[in-house]
């Protein structure tokens, strides 16, 4: 049995023009981000750590050794940009998967069991959503420590919440619609019908979301990191270089810039895309 949601996606779909700005820029900026830091491990096997103390701060597009330049130490600017991305992209997809994971269960049952459930998750909700952001942070690196997991794990349990009450109010909207009604009155069980009926035609804004929160995530794993609360100092990330280079702003500043020129276009290109989804996927979401 078909949603009419589904039905309206897809004829919106097709009206739209496969190969608009939005989705050309952004597969392309986020494709060879992406193409570039995978295959760091082969293009620099050192991982960015070699040192050439002859060449420290030697300025970028002036040897073809160090195309970027390098930094105080003579590291290669970037073979770091390149295998810090892997840091970046890593705490970006990892904490969206999980915290949507978490979200999306929790939203279901809530919305669709309503009752004690849904009171009791929500007043969950609401309890996060009044706490300041910077206090969960600064508490939870605090008793925790920083590092990759951590950092993966607190980005996970402060935006679970986005995900569920996305996720509750479209299976509210939902399970009240005529195809679930019918297929209820068929005898389709609670699981079955989540997974058959209502996931279905609530995942295209889910999945937006999803897009979206990764851009979101990269620029606060590298905020966090810049800020001495992320990731370890001694592991490439683009965070910890800008952080590095800041004492030499004026007279290197190469060292800050590529790297936050590779968070730039990573963060462009996945709006980009997000943008390009929302137009795609979710009907409701055009004028």
Known sequence: MQSP??????????????????????????????????????LFPDGGA??????????????????????????????????GGRISLLVGFTSV??????????????GYYRGFWDMLLMRCVDVQ???????????????LGGGLFNIIL???ISQWVQFARLVRGMVLQVREREFVQAARAFGVGDLAMVRHHILPNIIGPVI????????????????LTFLGLGVDPLI???????ADGRTYMQTAWWISVFPGVAIMLTVLGLNLLGDWLRDRIDPTGKP
């Open 5 to 42: 949601a589904l039905d309206t996606a897809r004829k919106t779909s097709r009206g739209l023009p496969w190969r608009s700005l939005e989705f050309i820029l952004g597969v392309l900026l986020t494709g060879a981000m992406l193409a570039l830091v995978l295959l760091s491990p082969w």
């Open 50 to 83: 070699a040192m050439d103390l002859g060449a420290r701060l030697t300025r970028p597009f002036t040897d073809w050794a160090h195309p970027l330049g390098a930094d105080p130490l003579g590291r290669d600017v970037l073979a770091r940009v390149l295998v």
């Open 97 to 110: 998967l999980g915290a949507s994971i978490l979200g999306i269960t929790i939203g279901l049952v809530a």
């Open 129 to 143: 959503l009044a706490l300041p952001f910077i206090l969960i942070a600064l508490t939870f690196i605090s008793i």
């Open 154 to 156: 607190f980005m996970v």
């Open 208 to 223: 937006i979301l999803m897009t979206l929160n990764v851009a979101n995530n990269i620029l606060l794993e590298s905020s």
């Open 236 to 242: 490439p990330s683009w965070g910890g270089m800008l």
